[in-house]
């Protein structure tokens, strides 16, 4: 989940925001739980260090969303938003994060690194070898973080921005400042994860931990076995405990990045405004660490809104009110 880059902004920006309610079309959480879906066939691209997969959705000269999920989370998430914006002539791509599914590194030697920079770096190459200039970014958790930076850093690759939780950019020097002891119980998994007990009993039960953090962070969210086991099976990647090990441990400050990357999170580490149009998004349930949006709304300075999503919508926003996220993006690209 993502916890440590926006923690720090709760403390720093008190910008009051413009909130608007919005209500998911479709039922409960616990109704769509158990609604059928599927994805198309996966397609693979070439990309950087990856052989990326994804799922591609709509016409091929739709106006483009690139969809991204988080941890412990896949690209499920938008088997209902994606045939969704397909409908309304958008071309979606939603792939698997290095990492998860079947993605895959091309080669054994390349460093598991999951440090947020390279995550999004993931996206860019992925656009380039698709011969995509921008798209509309939307995403939450790790995938609202890679399209922050995305729109941060390399605007001219996003025409739109949509961001579960807001802003989510942050650095190793804001990850490892003390917080309260109750905001601190919060992200006991990454001080978990931070041992070498806790990167072997991720390895050994992945799969009932990452159910455990569904439970916590979407708890009304009634989902059932097969909903969960559909995702689960992304977790099987022979690279997964390396990637999210590493991710949580560099916000920490205790494992290293690659020096290649150093004027990147330079840049990240600045906190730099978003010009974007964006629609910035949070589920009345979420069980996931959050700031208020009043926390980071001064970091938005094109066009902007929040919206709150309810009723009992947790941190898989996309997955349990597929219609809201939708017409966010679509709200997003009129803009």
């Not at 690659?258 to 009345?284: H, Q």
Request: hydrophobic share 45%; net charge negative.
């Amino acid at each position: 989940m993502q916890v440590d880059q926006v923690r720090r902004t709760i403390l720093g920006f008190a910008a009051m925001t413009a909130a608007a309610e919005f209500a998911p079309v479709v039922g409960s959480s616990e109704a769509r739980a158990a609604t059928p879906v599927a994805l198309p066939p996966l397609r693979h691209i070439q990309a950087g260090l990856l052989d990326i997969a994804y799922a591609e959705f709509g016409p091929p000269d739709g106006q483009v969303a690139i969809l991204l999920h988080g941890w412990p989370y896949d690209i499920w998430s938008f088997a209902e938003a994606g045939p969704a914006l397909a409908a309304q002539g958008y071309r979606v791509i939603a792939p698997y994060v290095r990492g998860y599914g079947p993605t895959r590194f091309l080669s054994a030697d390349t460093v598991r690194n999951g440090q947020p920079s390279v995550v999004a770096l993931d996206t860019l190459t992925m656009m380039d070898s698709l011969g995509i200039r921008s798209a509309v970014l939307a995403g939450f958790d790790w995938g609202a973080r890679s399209a922050d930076i995305i729109a941060a850093l390399w605007p001219e690759r996003c025409k739109g921005l949509v961001s579960v939780s807001g802003y989510l950019i942050g650095s190793q020097a804001s990850g490892m400042v003390p917080l309260p002891p109750d905001q601190e119980l919060q992200w006991w998994y990454q001080f978990y994860f931070a041992t070498d007990r806790g990167k072997a009993g991720y390895e050994k039960n992945r799969h009932d931990f990452n159910q455990l953090i569904w439970r916590l962070a979407s708890p009304k969210w009634g989902f059932n076995d097969a909903t969960y086991e559909r995702t689960a099976a992304a977790f099987d990647n022979p690279d997964h405990v390396d990637i999210v090990i590493h991710d949580y441990r560099w916000r920490q400050g205790l494992a290293p990045g690659e020096a290649k990357y150093d004027d990147i999170e330079a840049k990240l580490a600045a906190a730099p405004v978003i010009g974007v149009p964006t629609i910035t998004m949070e589920g009345d349930a979420n069980g996931a660490p959050h700031p208020p949006p009043a926390a980071y709304r001064s970091k938005f300075v094109g066009r902007y809104e929040h919206r709150n999503v309810g009723v009992g919508v947790g941190h898989n926003l996309p997955q349990e009110a597929p219609q809201a996220f939708v017409k966010a993006i679509v709200d997003v690209t009129a803009t």
